[in-house]
């Protein structure tokens, strides 16, 4: 009896020892026991189970040795250690690359664009790298295929992209104020901030003419506005209705009519305030300069006889006092 319970005791302290290793990761090539050893048998159906589901658990009957459970056998406790068979480990996948992106993006099909219609009696067209604007009309067809009128213009940064077409708007004023704290006349608005003017002017007056700007007229010099002479602002201000189209592009060939010649006017210390076209009745451009008689004068005395004589005789005599 004495031997029995020492060879239980035994058992239970290798078991307990055996329990306190396998959560630390410890496998083992054996089962270890205090006697015999039953290692319960697996059916065909349990390892069909295990290798068709390719699952890590093993389908055991009624035996769960992986789940950490003990089972009792005829003699002593029965442990099953088959970590070494179907060691757990930590396995990361290797990620498949994702597929790359084509570096360019395919193009779209491109939609067709709608041509603005007018019914206006003009079309404009403003020709950015020549600086020209032509002003066509209507043939007996209806398109405007005939070259009206052609004027010089200055276009700049801002100035719409070739290939962009607007309707002339509502806004019109005689002077309006200019970015730079300078003003422009006959102001015809194209759109947003994009206007036909002439040349700035320091102040809303006619003889305050920038004439350093206008000797620019036909070259790249605006902040974005169409610049003009006075005269052909003020006959788009007069002539072009709203929602006349402007129309902008870019052509080494300055146009039908050609690009109209512009005068230099900043030698000219008198009239260079003003706007050689501009119509006004004060403009000094359209006032003769007055005449200067640069011939010698000549002074001419006629010969009289001697005042002082004639004085003399005239005198009473004075009494002796």
Request: negative net charge.
């Amino acid at each position: 009896m004495m031997k029995d319970s020492t060879k239980i005791s035994l058992s239970l302290l290798i078991v307990l020892f055996i329990a306190m290793l396998v959560p630390y990761g410890v496998s083992f090539d054996t089962v270890t026991s205090a006697t015999s050893v039953d290692v319960p048998s697996f059916s065909a159906t349990d390892e069909v189970d295990y290798a068709d589901s390719g699952d890590e658990s093993i389908n055991v009957a009624d035996n769960s040795l992986l789940s950490g459970d003990f089972v009792s056998g005829d003699m002593d406790v029965v442990i099953d250690d088959v970590l070494e068979e179907n060691e757990v480990s930590s396995v990361i996948e290797e990620i498949p690359e994702p597929s790359k992106v084509p570096s360019t993006t395919p193009t779209p099909t491109p939609t067709a664009v709608k041509k603005l219609t007018s019914n206006t009696p003009y079309y404009i067209k403003v020709n950015k790298e020549q600086n020209v604007v032509t002003i066509y009309t209507k043939d007996s067809d209806g398109n405007y295929s005939i070259p009206y009128k052609a004027m010089t213009c200055s276009v700049g940064t801002a100035t719409p992209a070739a290939g962009k077409s607007y309707k002339v708007t509502y806004y019109k004023k005689r002077w309006n104020a200019l970015i730079g704290g300078v003003y422009g006349q006959y102001a015809t608005q194209i759109v947003g901030d994009i206007l036909f003017h002439s040349v700035p002017y320091t102040a809303r007056d006619a003889s305050a003419l920038e004439y350093w700007e206008y000797d620019k007229l036909g070259t790249f010099a605006s902040a974005g506005c169409v610049r003009l002479t006075v005269i052909d602002a003020k006959w788009i201000y007069d002539n072009i209705e709203a929602g006349t189209i402007v129309e902008f592009y870019n052509d080494a060939n300055p146009g039908p009519l050609g690009k109209p010649a512009t005068q230099l006017i900043s030698q000219n210390e008198r009239c260079r305030g003003w706007d050689p076209t501009d119509p006004d009745e004060n403009n000094l451009w359209n006032i003769p300069e007055p005449e200067i008689d640069d011939s010698p004068i000549e002074n001419v005395l006629e010969e009289s006889p001697s005042t002082e004589m004639n004085w003399l005789e005239s005198v009473e005599e004075v009494p002796n006092i």
